[in-house]
């Protein structure tokens, strides 16, 4: 039985782990590359949609494959994208 002001929901703890990867010439090259697209395609996204679209879905619905054939980003980095422009605020 639970009384006043308990709790009985579960918590969740996140932990960050902060890592070094030690990747040759030819992958940093792939990650800046990927990095710098994913930067483009959210300038482009938050330059090209309605202002007013302010959740990822509904920024994603009007965008997604427009952006994936542009930047030649994986599916997942498209909807990062989404988000991240969506929690911009802009």
Sequence with gaps: MLHSGEFS???EQFLTLVVKLQVGSEQQQLL????SAFASACNWINENVNPRLTNRNSIQAVCYQDVKDRFGLTANHVVRACGRVAASGF
Excluded at 32 to 35: E, L, N, Q, V
């Design 32 to 35: 800046s590359d990927t990095c």
């Design 9 to 11: 929901g579960t918590v």
